[in-house]
C-alpha cells in the first residue's frame, strides 16, 4: 500500500521546518447573535416553542414514516406537547444555537436549523441539526435558508472554516452538502453511538477563500431569473458551483 500523500507549504519556520501560512491579522471572531436572518422566499429567527412548536409538529406530521428523524438524535415527536418540551430544552442554548425556518409563502415555520461547534478563537463553526418538513425539503426556501446561515458565518462575522458533518450512510445529506459547495473531507471511523448503533461520521467544509465562488452560485442560483413561471429551475445550483470553481 502506497503512503497516503501528506500535506506540503511554501513556509518554513527559523529551523527549516516546514510550517502553515502565517496569519497575523487574525482576530477571535464574534459568537453568532440570536437574530433574525431575513430572505426574499425565508426567515430564520431563534427557535421558541411557544411561537413554533404547533406549527412545526404539523409540518413534520407530513412525514407519516418517520424518515427524517433517522439520522437525527432526536424525534420523532409523538405529539406538540412532546415537541414542544425538547424545543424548551434547547431553545437557551448558544451552542447548539437554534434557528426557526419561516416560508414566507406561508408564514408558517417549516423546519429548523442551528450553528454548532462554535469556536470562536479558531473561526471555525458548523451547521447541522437540520430538519427540513416535507414542505420544506427540495424548495429555494431550504436552500436560501443555508445560504443565509452562510452569509452570517463568512460575511458577517469572519469565520474561516464552515463545516457540515452528516452520517456516512446518509445520502440525503450528503448529496446536500456537495450540491450547496462545501468539499468532502473524509471519515471520521467509528466516531459516535447513534441510537444504539455506530455512525461513521462524513466531514465536508467549505473555507474562506472559496465562500466568494459559493456566494455567487448561490445568489445566482437564488435569483427569480433562474426559475420559470412554474417554478421550476433552468440551471441547476451544482452546475452553477462547478462553473464557480473553475
Known amino acids: 500500500m502506497s503512503p497516503s500523500p501528506r500535506p506540503q507549504s511554501q513556509y518554513t519556520n527559523h529551523l527549516g521546518q516546514p510550517v502553515g501560512e502565517p496569519l497575523p491579522d487574525w482576530?477571535?471572531?464574534?459568537?453568532?447573535?440570536?437574530?433574525?436572518m431575513d430572505g426574499r422566499l425565508c426567515r430564520l429567527e431563534p427557535l421558541q416553542a411557544s411561537r413554533h412548536a404547533d406549527a412545526l409538529y404539523e409540518a413534520h406530521s407530513l412525514d407519516a414514516e418517520g424518515q427524517n428523524w433517522t439520522y437525527l438524535p432526536y424525534g420523532p415527536f409523538a405529539s406538540p406537547e412532546d415537541l414542544a418540551r425538547w424545543i424548551e430544552s434547547?431553545?437557551?442554548s448558544e451552542d447548539p444555537l437554534f434557528f426557526a425556518i419561516i416560508d414566507l409563502a406561508t408564514q408558517q415555520p417549516a423546519g429548523w436549523a442551528s450553528y454548532l461547534r462554535i469556536d470562536p478563537t479558531m473561526g471555525t463553526i458548523?451547521?447541522?441539526?437540520?430538519?427540513?418538513?416535507?414542505?420544506?425539503?427540495?424548495?429555494?426556501?431550504?436552500?436560501e435558508a443555508m445560504y443565509l446561515m452562510m452569509r452570517r458565518a463568512f460575511d458577517e462575522l469572519g469565520y474561516r472554516r464552515y463545516e457540515w458533518k452528516c452520517n456516512s450512510?446518509?445520502?440525503?445529506?450528503?448529496?446536500?452538502?456537495?450540491?450547496?459547495?462545501?468539499?468532502?473531507?473524509?471519515?471520521?471511523?467509528?466516531?459516535?453511538?447513534?441510537?444504539?448503533?455506530n455512525r461513521d461520521q462524513a466531514w465536508f467544509?467549505?473555507?474562506?477563500?472559496?465562500?466568494?465562488?459559493?456566494?455567487?452560485?448561490l445568489e445566482r442560483w437564488l435569483d427569480p431569473s433562474n426559475f420559470d413561471e412554474s417554478g421550476?429551475?433552468?440551471?441547476?445550483?451544482?452546475?452553477m458551483i462547478a462553473q464557480a470553481r473553475g
Open 27 to 36: 482576530t477571535e471572531r464574534p459568537r453568532p447573535a440570536r437574530t433574525v
Open 90 to 92: 434547547v431553545e437557551s
Open 126 to 143: 458548523e451547521v447541522g441539526h437540520l430538519a427540513y418538513s416535507p414542505a420544506l425539503q427540495r424548495t429555494p426556501a431550504a436552500t
Open 169 to 197: 450512510l446518509n445520502a440525503p445529506s450528503w448529496n446536500a452538502a456537495e450540491r450547496l459547495g462545501f468539499r468532502y473531507e473524509g471519515i471520521f471511523r467509528q466516531a459516535v453511538v447513534h441510537k444504539g448503533r
Open 205 to 217: 467544509s467549505i473555507i474562506d477563500r472559496e465562500w466568494p465562488a459559493i456566494r455567487s452560485a
Open 232 to 239: 421550476v429551475q433552468l440551471c441547476r445550483l451544482a452546475d
